[in-house]
């Protein structure tokens, strides 16, 4: 390299540092078992930049989506569709969720979608995340692009009994 080009060549490295600098590391998550189903991709390709005030960031699994750092949500899709469950369910927007609050003692607990095919999930950190907010950013997603199984959010008291 000439003379006359390095100070040029390090006025360029140093001006990428701070873009550097501010990358996030790359979320390590395990794909689904469906992972490659052609409505996940819908979803994915379509995730927003941010939720609830935290950043999307890159993951390193197929159908997978992480926003926070440290990561406060983590998605994946392309679960096996849950059956019937005793775990509450809420509808938003159109789409109903398990939500499932075993894990209330770290701040965190899992939404997974009901009645879709592929299913998708997603763990929450409900400090640093509000689920209206993922359920207002995700659902129009997961209502567009993962098809309806017909099943749908009942109580035990809508069941009637047998006769």
Do not use: H
């Not at 789409?95 to 770290?106: G, H, K, N, P, R």
Request: proline share 9%; aromatic share 6%; net charge negative.
């Amino acid at each position: 390299m000439s003379r006359s080009l390095r100070p040029l060549a390090l006025v360029a490295a140093l001006a990428l540092l701070p873009g550097l600098a501010a990358c996030s590391t790359t979320v390590a998550m395990q794909p689904a078992k469906d992972a490659n189903d052609p409505a996940c991709a819908e979803v994915i390709s379509r995730l927003p930049k941010s939720i609830s005030g935290q950043e999307r960031r890159w993951t390193d699994a197929q159908s997978t989506g992480a926003w926070g750092d440290p990561a406060a949500i983590l998605l994946t899709c392309g679960l096996e569709t849950p059956g019937p469950s005793t775990l509450p369910c809420r509808s938003f927007d159109g789409v109903d969720w398990l939500v499932d609050e075993s894990q209330a003692a770290d701040n965190r607990y899992t939404l997974t979608t009901f009645g879709r095919s592929p299913a998708l999930q997603i763990f929450l950190d409900y400090e640093s995340a509000s689920s209206a907010d993922v359920a207002q950013a995700i659902g129009p997603l997961v209502r567009d692009y993962l098809p309806a199984t017909g099943s749908v959010c009942t109580s035990a008291a809508d069941a009637t009994p047998a006769p």
